[in-house]
């Protein structure tokens, strides 16, 4: 199965957890308020906003705080200023590895995904070394017994879908960042329920792992995923489907 659909079935079964604990709060925030800053406070004309404040509703964040984080992002209450930090590197098995972080402290934040790789048989890289490898695009994950591929891929190559693929249990159905506003609207409108949705990174070409570099990757992964400055993490492992079924087993 390809990195970006486990990982990203991984992190959806994640975030439901967190989401309970109010943990993923924090980064939903940061979020918001990044794209606010740099789109304006209206989801109605901002998309990178929108998708933010659906995956804070998504996970139970109440509207006060989603008010707050809007209204902190286009300055009309003051805050800590946020960077926007895109941290590469390689993990076992030499898979490309790449973090999009907001920070305050970008010097303590470094340190510390440094301290990540190394600790998980990994290396922090320079800017550049792998962001080459990866296309940024809307991804959607949708359970393939909630929908037939017929139904799935009429609504979906209708509102600008550039993909649609069975992958395992799943359906991933991706699009270009600018097609995803749309695209989930479509969706919604079908009433087709997503398991997830998100603006991420998606190797073009990927490392097959054996069941022993898998769980040393995707340890890696979650690790760096639990950053609280870390808002997304993508990879170009590829787990075959013998290998998952041995992980799973385990």
């Not at 980064?27 to 906003?49: H, Q, Y």
């Not at 990757?217 to 979650?222: D, S």
Request: glycine share 8%; charged share 30%.
């Amino acid at each position: 199965m390809a990195g970006h659909s486990h990982w990203a079935g991984i992190k959806h079964k994640k975030a439901a957890v967190d989401a309970k604990r109010g943990k993923i709060w924090s980064k939903l925030s940061k979020a918001i308020i990044v794209a606010a800053r740099t789109g304006g406070g209206d989801p109605n004309f901002n998309a990178r906003l929108r998708v933010a404040v659906d995956a804070a509703k998504a996970a139970g964040m109440p509207k006060d705080n989603i008010s707050r984080a809007v209204k902190r992002g286009t300055g009309e209450i003051g805050g800590a200023a946020l960077e926007e930090v895109v941290y590469e590197g390689y993990g076992p098995n030499g898979v490309a590895i790449l973090c999009d972080v907001l920070t305050d402290n970008r010097n303590r934040t470094t340190a510390e995904i440094r301290k990540c790789f190394d600790l998980h048989g990994g290396k922090l890289g320079s800017a550049g070394c792998v962001a080459w490898m990866f296309d940024t695009k809307g991804l959607f994950l949708i359970a393939s017994d909630k929908v037939s591929e017929e139904k799935l891929m009429e609504a979906a190559l209708e509102a600008g879908a550039e993909d649609v693929k069975r992958e395992g249990d799943r359906f991933a159905v991706t699009c270009d960042p600018s097609a995803f506003a749309a695209l989930s609207d479509a969706l919604a409108a079908a009433e087709i329920p997503c398991e997830s949705a998100e603006i991420t990174r998606i190797a073009k070409d990927y490392v097959d792992l054996d069941a022993d570099a898998a769980r040393k990757v995707l340890k890696l992964m979650e690790e760096l995923d639990e950053h609280d400055d870390v808002q997304n993490v993508s990879s170009n492992f590829n787990i075959p489907d013998e290998v998952l079924a041995e992980l799973s087993a385990s």
